[in-house]
């Protein structure tokens, strides 16, 4: 389909490479997985073999030495094919950049070439049950104890720790934090460490990463578990928090059009009454519309991830991406199900199974009322209410 996007013959190549891989599975393969409760190993095998895990990782750690631009263009195009994967975001985007600013070489050499070629998975901890949109309320902390840490408490909605050999874990640091304000540290902590346990959540997304709440009970850490100094993880943090939204923004544009594509080709060919269905305003008007959605969205993604990788501020765009990308694609899908009539609630349409997943992105990584917090306040200048 036509695109105000127009591929670099490098970022061309990625996308083709990204394609071909993504259609020998299919969306029916990545949906049933997910309806299933069963994972996306080989498929997740395959892309970091052709190098598609860490193109925006550095090069002597096993990366392809590029930006955030390269890692949209992989995940837009695996969402474009049905095929909208957490665990990109959480390990090698968010995990895989805060290893890469901040970790000491030791971390980065054992844990950024297994994220770079998918031989191994690192979780993200931040949430707690008290502390969802407000990380100065994290109540997990970790004191010191000789030369490591104790941390305890509890983190919730942590995608795919089941997956993960490690997670990162954001903790109040005992000593540097007070009552009014929480100091945090860092702590890349393998998942078979002892005092790690974690539950299932049930939820309605359909998706091989499912959610957990985890429990840390006194779980003891070396000082080699630190990601650079302690008491500066809100700060290290924020260098995770553009490339996730930047991403969100690829995911929703890739679902995006797959939705609009699906319907398009439906409301050409269906046929009940003497024209096809793609012939009645009613039914071309609001996909042309969401169809320009969609295409704003990629566009703000696709600038957001400019900025950011030529080392310009790229916050605002970064949330203007998610927000004008995560409503597109909700918009986008919700008309490919209705283009779709009773079909469009079929799992043979790989339209409805999307739909959780495409709804959490209003949510997660940050909800649509705090992106639109940091647009009131960073670009028209108005007083936070919180
Ligand atoms: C499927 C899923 C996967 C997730 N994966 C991870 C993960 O891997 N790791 C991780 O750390 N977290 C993860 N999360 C957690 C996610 O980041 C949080 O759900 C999200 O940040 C919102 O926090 P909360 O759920 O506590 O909502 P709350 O902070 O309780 O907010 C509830 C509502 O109030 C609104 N609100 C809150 N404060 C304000 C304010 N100041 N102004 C206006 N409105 C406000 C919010 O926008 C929201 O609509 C995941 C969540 C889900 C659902």
């Keep these: 389909m036509p695109s105000l996007i127009t591929d670099s013959a490098e970022h061309g190549a990625i996308r083709e490479t990204v394609a071909k891989i993504a259609s ?7 949906l049933g ?25 550095p090069e002597e750690y096993g990366g392809g030495g590029g930006g955030m631009t390269e890692a949209v263009v992989v995940v837009e195009e695996l969402a474009a094919h049905g095929m909208p994967m957490l665990i990109w975001v959480i390990s090698p985007a968010i995990c895989g950049s805060i290893l890469a600013h901040h970790a000491s070489d030791a971390l980065k050499s054992e844990w950024l070439p297994g994220i770079a070629d998918g031989t191994r998975k690192m979780a993200f901890g931040l949430t707690e049950p008290n502390a969802g949109s407000n990380s100065h ?19 919730y909605y942590i995608s795919a720790v089941d997956q993960a050999d490690a997670i990162l874990l954001a903790t109040r640091d005992a000593e540097l934090s007070t009552p009014e304000k929480g100091k945090l540290s860092l702590f890349v902590v393998p998942t078979d460490t002892p005092g790690l346990t974690f539950q299932q959540i049930d939820t309605s997304i359909v998706s091989p990463d499912k959610q957990f709440t985890v429990f840390l009970d006194d779980l003891c850490v070396g000082p080699d578990a630190l990601i650079g100094e302690v008491g500066q993880g809100l700060r290290q943090r924020f260098d995770g928090l553009n490339p996730e939204r930047i991403l969100v923004g690829a995911i929703c544009s890739g679902v995006g059009r797959y939705a609009i594509a699906k319907a398009a080709d439906y409301a050409r060919e269906r046929q009940v009454w003497s024209v096809p269905i793609g012939a009645h305003q009613g039914i071309a008007h609001p996909l042309a519309a969401a169809h320009i959605d969609v295409e704003v969205g990629r566009l703000a993604t696709y600038r957001s991830a400019e900025l950011f990788d030529t080392g310009e501020p790229a916050g605002e765009a970064a949330n203007i991406a998610k927000y004008a990308a995560s409503e597109a694609s909700l918009k986008a899908l919700d008309q490919a199900i209705q283009t779709h009539g009773g079909n469009g609630l079929s799992h043979e349409y790989g339209l409805s199974d999307l739909w959780f997943i495409t709804r959490l992105m209003r949510t997660a990584p940050v ?3 705090m992106v639109l917090n940091f647009v009131a306040q960073t670009s028209l200048g108005l007083p936070r209410s919180y």
Excluded at 137 to 155: E, N, P
């Design 367 to 369: 909800s649509r009322e």
């Design 137 to 155: 309320q994290l109540r997990t902390t970790a004191r010191r104890d000789g030369d490591g840490w104790v941390i305890s408490g509890s983190k």
């Design 33 to 57: 997985r997910g309806r299933n409760g069963e994972d996306i190993g080989e498929l997740w095998s395959d892309l970091g073999a052709a190098g598609l895990l860490g193109l925006h990782l």
């Design 24 to 30: 020998k599975y299919g969306s029916q393969y990545f």
